[in-house]
């Protein structure tokens, strides 16, 4: 066992006293032991119960012979880091979390780890750990929050944190009171639990299952439903199985299920941000995974569900009408079935026995919002190397679009122009120097378009970044642009009143600017001068690779 070298022999008699004193017996000592990776914290609502699940997977994992240890890694809220220097801070966070793992599980020898995560940037980081470390390792999340629920006008409506984004463009049209605001706020998160809808956090614990790395029931089953808990124990079970079997992460993580992952992204049309964990984990993986391929997966893969923000229904219907293993089923032949998954079966065995139970929540394939997937990548002399679009949240309108563009350096210049009423029907808003490299840190940009759709103007106004978007961003809201502009990228080049044309359909991203004027605009850019000059974000932004390659440390 790994763990032999913090507990066997004559030289270990020190460790074995440390571990004494955590209250470790003899009989102990010749179990596995097992780490608990658990990013709780009291400041992420996603987080704050996980102390619970933690408690519960040891049980199981005590069960079955382990001798389970709990240890701690970060986690960052984005909607409380929104809009403020503080989401400067989210992307890298995934970095930290996965080097904080490692450090954690070396240094204590663990045989076997059960990751505990919930929240955006968590998922991922773990996942890029365990392929990183590649021992036996399950996944089991904290659960999907339900969703809020508003009494108006005599009839029950879903809400969710992006209700409140929205109301707060609404408030600023005069569509709705200040009073009716402070309603919707109150209500619109209403307990534990990573935020209602098919944003970044649930996307991933979905395509967690997708992957092969977590039980059934792992995405969608809500943080309060007392099914979590016993999917907790469950998961401490089983990865005694899956240390016995040395079924190892790099033995599931392979292009055959990060493949998977992409096309079940697709059928629920899950948030933009897959996009660069997915090529991170890819990238740990030692799996080559262009970002072309995943317009090939887009092309071939129905989108059959649609959940908040595409429409009005949460991840706790999406459980209710089979879960991720029913989206699995209803797409299968396009999927990978030989894929290896945690519970030492294949994904055909895994899905075989799922069953829809609503088809307005999961359409049939033969009958998809769309013949394509709910994510794009778009390329263009705007954007050589790529943007992503969440297509399942566009309006049919907005899928073709040209009009002129309206440039601001930065998040904060773009949100008070559209606050204070400055952008115009039809134009289309360039946010640049928010990258990875040149933000730092990529930020999310969910205030500016939660601003336009509240406005009632996503129909009618589309939005372009080098930064990031919110899994519950909606509109013609395009972003991961690459090159992005702090590397010199077309991006940096635009000027107000260039013609931008964008074509979702044909995947294309352009402007209008000819060949010639593009390299003139380029030589005559000032040097980029960083935003940042000490601490984290410093280190970061020197090392971080660009967004189209998943945001990753370039060794």
């Known amino acids: 066992m790994r763990s032999d070298n913090v507990k066997k022999g004559i030289e270990r008699a020190p460790h074995r006293a440390l571990l004494r004193a955590l209250g470790v017996c003899q009989e102990d000592f010749a179990k596995p032991f097992i780490g608990i990776i658990n990013s709780f914290n009291e400041v992420v609502p996603g987080h704050i119960h996980l102390q619970t699940i933690a408690r519960t997977v040891k049980e199981g994992v005590r069960s079955r012979g382990g001798v389970p240890f709990e240890v701690n890694t970060i986690a960052v809220c984005d909607g409380i880091a929104m809009n403020h220097p503080g989401m400067k801070y989210s992307l890298p966070s995934r970095e930290l979390i996965a080097d904080s793992v490692e450090i954690l599980v070396e240094a204590h020898a663990f045989d076997a780890l059960v990751f505990i995560p919930n929240c955006d940037k968590v998922v991922p980081g773990m996942l890029m750990a365990a392929v990183r470390l590649n021992i036996p390792s399950i996944f089991v999340s904290g659960g999907p929050m339900l969703a809020g629920r508003l009494s108006q006008g005599g009839q029950n409506k879903s809400v969710d ?81 899956v240390l016995s079997q040395n079924l190892l992460p790099g033995d599931i993580i392979t292009r055959e299920s990060i493949y998977n992952a992409f096309a079940v ?127 399942a949240a566009v309006a049919p309108e907005m899928l073709v679009h040209q009009g002129p563009a309206r440039v601001f350096d930065g998040e904060e210049a773009a949100t008070t122009a559209i606050m204070k009423g400055k952008i115009k029907s039809g134009e289309v808003v360039i946010i640049r120097y928010e990258g990875p490299r040149g933000g730092p840190g990529m930020r999310e940009m969910l205030t500016p378009t939660s601003l336009l759709s509240g406005m009632g103007m996503d129909k009618e106004v589309a939005l372009i970044t080098d930064g990031r978007f919110s899994g519950a961003t909606r509109g013609a809201a395009i972003g991961h642009v690459s090159p992005e502009a702090a590397s010199g990228g077309p991006i940096a080049a635009v000027q107000d009143g260039d013609i931008i044309k964008i074509d979702i359909p044909a995947r294309k991203l352009d402007t209008e600017i000819d060949e010639a004027e593009m390299a003139k605009r380029l030589a005559n850019l000032p040097k980029f001068e960083p935003k940042v000059k000490e601490g984290y974000l410093k280190r970061y932004a020197e090392r971080v690779s660009s967004a189209s390659s998943g945001a990753i440390f370039v060794k």
């Open 161 to 241: 944190l992006n209700s409140v984004f929205l109301a707060v463009g609404r408030v600023a049209t005069g569509e709705i009171t200040k009073a009716e605001l402070d309603g919707i706020e109150k209500i619109a998160c209403p307990g534990c639990g990573s935020c209602s809808g098919m944003f970044t956090a649930n996307t991933m614990n979905c395509l967690t299952e997708a992957l092969g790395m977590a039980l059934p029931g792992n995405g969608t089953i809500p943080a309060v439903d007392a099914r979590r808990a016993s999917l907790a124990y469950e998961a401490g079970q089983q990865v005694m199985s």
């Open 265 to 391: 992204d697709m059928a629920l049309g899950g948030s933009t941000n897959s996009v660069l964990h997915l090529m991170a984990i890819a990238h740990e993986a030692g799996v080559d995974f262009p970002l072309s391929l995943v317009n090939e997966i887009s092309q071939r893969i129905p989108h059959i569900c649609k959940i908040s923000p595409a429409s009005d229904y949460h991840i706790e219907d999406l459980d209710l009408a089979g879960g991720i293993p029913a989206v699995m089923q209803e797409v299968s032949s396009f999927l990978n079935p030989k894929a290896r998954t945690v519970l030492g079966k294949s994904l055909a065995d895994i899905i075989k026995g799922a069953k829809i139970t609503s088809r307005e929540i999961i359409r049939s394939a033969s009958d998809p919002y769309s013949a394509t997937g709910g994510l794009a990548i778009l390329f263009g002399n705007l954007a050589p190397e790529g943007g992503v679009v969440k297509s």
